[in-house]
């Protein structure tokens, strides 16, 4: 039964944070590690003690983590940043928060004997005899050490200690990942061998000048070697334990959400016949109306989980290739159940979820294309443009003029032209992109339009065949990717004051737009009326602009594939990156690195010297096997992955890509390692160094046999995700058992009440066919007998899920008793 976990994460905010700067102020940043691996840095606040992020992560994490840190830091432009502190959250803390954790949290001092990392692998045997007693420890090897010197790496050594008994293994210089393959072994008294002790097997980092530095423990109880004759195994290491108290908030504090999911997975046979029942539900319904799986679940979803659960649903019809039939289903009954036309989907029902979700799921690349190079000319030319006459600074407006000082008439006009010629960018750009919106985005459209245009038949209603499309197409999907083009990634960092108030004008302007100009005037924001002219007169190209929209042959979705979010020939991620690679073991420069413009589809990574550049070099996604970060010294470089592909004859390649900052890195790792996650030549370990004179820098070894796991289904939760539809169905499962009790008693109990009824009646009068034969069948509840069979299905995963936990205690009982 396979594992899956994701954790989810927002940063909101800090307070109350000290100053490090002699301006009496600090600039504060937040680095987010899963196991003291970098997957997360905030942006940057400038000058503010009470910073405001607003970052929200989710990580799929299959091989589970153990703690989720968050740093405080203080950017410096000269020397190193400075440690304002850090929040430490263990998996079993996260996890027994059922609704996560949302609250204020002190931050607390660093201890560098608390910064550990890695793992280490032992041998440990208890030796008896009758001249003497024994405890032997064979120290393999360790792997992915906290670096404790300035050149990125440490000095290890080993050390066991029992009693009064201690032994050390030799100093491994210029190392993370050292290979010791020593014997240590101390000698016992008999009286020891009766105790309760505890086997403690430290490392260290051997420094010449000053104390020697902390890389963590492993702590045996003695009394396991009794019960095993030969423990082995690769063991976590561990703080020195010495936890500091949170310091009263004296270093601040921030307000975090985190939240854990984690399932188990049963084999696919396992969840048929919930998805047969879902499948059920939009392609052969008696009745919109009538009762479904799909409806009943929707009963059952609680506000809180009703995004997480339109987007799995999304992702499971896609798969099915059942996508436009599922939303045409919720929309009809949405459509059916409005009758005033100005509330239709204003409501965050299922139906306006699960349209929301499906716009991000196929149509983010398109969205790219059209917004991004009006997005990146707003930051880059970042104008002061406000039209508030109660926030018009004319402090700030001193670019506008090179006259001494400028009117607030002259704000207001400037900013007036500025909005005009952006928003003019951005409608030109939307209304023009036909071609280029997805197929399948399209035919959902034309089938809401028809829904739409058949409820509401009134001419006075001409125009709400319009507004539910534009509703969805400009309100909830382009808007917000303006407003906030960093949670849409088509920006790496949020926007800054200046630039968010500019978005936000624009934004306020566009939903003006998607209402086809009739709420203008009629708001408290009269200050926005000279944009109402252009607002106006972008009204009749929208309509034109949605009528070709939905002139599209129903047919075409046919062609997509079922398993695929995106079309192969789609590009998924695009940029400059700095790029070399490896050939063969000479020394290779850090100046070797070179710039280029690199794509990424689902079937080729390729690059080339500039964008428009005729000749590109590609590889095969299909042989990818490991997409895995490089160790900073190995270039002394920062932000550096490689990808490692095998040839037809099994010979392994690596280029290495370095990034311009460890955003970038992680998501293009994500992207990389998300295309090839179906890929059957994965590798399970790797070398985080570079094969330098003969040996691997990160462990001195010339094996080409990886010395630290590989982490390929390790990714960044977005809208790229590739579909799984045993994970979605298990996600729908879990949400059917937590409403299964209302399930029953609104469908079944009411069943057996009508049944008890109906056989009382029957025992008066029984009912009477006109051929003279008795019914004995109770009347029939619209649902009952759908809800029985899903009730059905909940029970079998339900047992199922407990008969597999079962296995899994036997087998490692089995494994501590027989080892």
């Keep these: 039964m396979a594992k899956n976990t994701s954790l989810y994460f ?28 970098v997957v997360a840095r905030t942006a940057t606040v400038w000058k503010n003690l009470n910073p405001f992020w607003g970052e929200e992560y989710t990580l799929h994490l299959p091989m589970g983590f153990h703690s989720l840190s968050f740093l405080v830091m203080d950017e410096d432009t000269i020397g190193h940043d400075d440690v304002i502190g850090k929040i430490t959250l263990s998996k079993e803390a996260i996890g027994s928060q059922a609704k996560g954790l949302d ?48 050149s990125g790496t440490s000095d290890p050594f080993g050390r066991i200690i029992f009693n009064n008994h201690s032994a050390e293994t030799s100093i491994i210089k210029k190392t993370r990942f050292p290979h ?5 072994e101390l000698e016992l008294d008999a009286e020891e061998l009766n105790e309760e002790g505890t086997v403690i097997v430290e490392v260290w980092d051997w420094d010449m000048v000053g104390k020697n530095d902390f890389l963590g423990k492993v702590e045996i109880p003695f009394a396991s070697l009794h019960k095993t004759p030969v423990l082995e195994g690769w063991f976590r290491l561990l703080p020195l334990g010495n936890n500091e108290a949170d310091a009263g908030g004296k270093l601040g504090a921030l307000r975090l959400k985190v939240r854990l999911v984690e399932d188990r997975i049963l084999p696919s046979t396992y969840y048929q016949p919930l998805i047969e029942l879902l499948v059920e539900s939009v392609i052969s319904p008696a009745e919109v109306e009538d009762s479904s799986a799909l409806t009943m679940l929707e009963e059952v979803t609680t506000v809180e989980s009703r995004q997480d659960v339109a987007m799995t649903l999304v992702k499971i019809y896609l798969g099915q290739g059942l996508v436009v039939p599922f939303l045409d289903y919720l929309n009809t009954r949405e459509v059916n159940h409005t009758t005033d036309p100005n509330t239709l989907f204003r409501s965050n029902s299922l139906a306006s979820k699960a349209m929301e979700q499906f716009m991000k799921a196929v149509g983010m690349l398109y969205l790219h294309e059209v917004l991004k190079p009006i997005i990146n000319r707003i930051f880059d030319e970042r104008k002061y443009i406000e039209l508030d006459p109660c926030k018009i600074d004319l402090n700030r407006s001193r670019r506008i003029s090179f006259k001494s000082g400028v009117s ?64 969805f197409f400009f ?48 708001g408290k924001e009269q200050w926005m009326s000279p944009l109402h002219p252009i607002i106006l007169r972008s009204v009749a190209s929208v309509k034109d602009f949605l009528d070709k929209l939905i002139d599209v042959d129903h047919n075409i979705v046919s062609s997509v594939p079922q398993r695929a979010v995106f079309m192969p020939s789609v590009t998924v991620k695009e940029g400059y990156l700095h790029k070399h690679k490896a050939e063969g073991p000479q020394l290779l420069s850090r100046f070797a690195f070179k710039k280029r413009y690199f794509w990424l589809t689902s079937e080729t990574l390729s690059y080339a010297k500039t964008s428009d550049w005729q000749v590109r070099s590609s590889i095969p996604i ?23 592909t095998q040839d037809n004859d099994g010979k392994l390649n690596t280029m290495y890509i370095q990034c311009k900052n460890v955003n970038e890195l992680n998501q293009w790792l994500s992207a990389i390692r998300k295309v090839s996650i179906y890929n059957e030549r994965m590798l399970p370990s790797f070398h985080p160094g570079i094969h330098r004179s003969g040996k691997w820098t990160c462990c001195l070894q010339a094996d080409r046999a990886g010395c630290s796991r590989t982490h390929s289904a390790v990714t960044l939760g977005d809208w790229s995700d590739p579909l799984d539809p045993d994970v979605e169905t298990q996600m729908i499962y879990k949400q059917l058992l937590q409403g299964r009790d209302k399930l029953r008693k609104k469908y079944l ?33 619209p649902g009952q007998s759908v809800a029985a069979r899903l009730l059905v299905v909940i029970e079998d995963l339900e047992q199922a899920h407990a008969t597999f936990q079962l296995r899994e205690i036997e087998d490692a009982t089995r494994v501590i008793l027989n080892p």
């Design 103 to 150: 609250s204020w949290m002190n931050l607390t001092r660093v201890d560098p004997d608390e910064e550990v990392q890695g793992e280490i692998h032992l041998s440990l045997e208890l030796l008896k005899d009758a001249m003497k007693s024994s405890l032997r420890c064979q120290v393999i090897e360790a792997r992915d050490l906290a670096p404790r010197d300035i």
């Design 180 to 184: 010791w393959g020593e014997t240590l």
């Design 622 to 644: 299909q042989c990818v096997c490991a997409v895995e970060r490089l160790d900073e010294n190995a270039f002394q470089q920062q932000n550096v992955m490689q990808v490692i």
């Design 10 to 37: 927002r940063i909101v905010e800090g307070r109350s944070l000290p100053a490090k700067d002699v301006s009496g102020t600090s600039d504060p940043y937040c680095i987010v590690k899963v196991d003291n691996e």
């Design 475 to 522: 309100l909830r999907f382009f808007a917000p990717a303006i407003l906030t083009p960093k949670l849409f990634q088509l920006r790496d960092q949020h926007a800054d004051t200046r630039t968010s108030r500019t978005l936000l004008l624009l934004a306020k302007a566009l939903q003006s737009v998607g209402n086809l100009g009739l709420q203008l005037g009629h």
């Design 749 to 781: 109990e009411m069943e057996d009440a009508d049944l008890t009824s109906s056989n009382k009646e029957k025992r008066i009068s029984p009912d009477i066919h006109p051929d003279g034969a008795e019914c004995n069948a109770p009347p029939t509840r």
């Design 408 to 471: 607030e008439a002259e704000v207001r006009d400037y900013s007036v032209e500025m909005l005009q010629t952006y928003l003019t960018s951005i409608i030109e750009s939307i209304v023009s992109s036909v071609d280029q919106c997805p197929s399948v985005m399209r035919v959902a459209f034309k089938q809401l339009h028809k829904r739409v245009e058949e409820q509401f038949t009134e001419p006075e209603n001409e125009d709400v065949k319009y507004l539910a499309i534009s509703g």
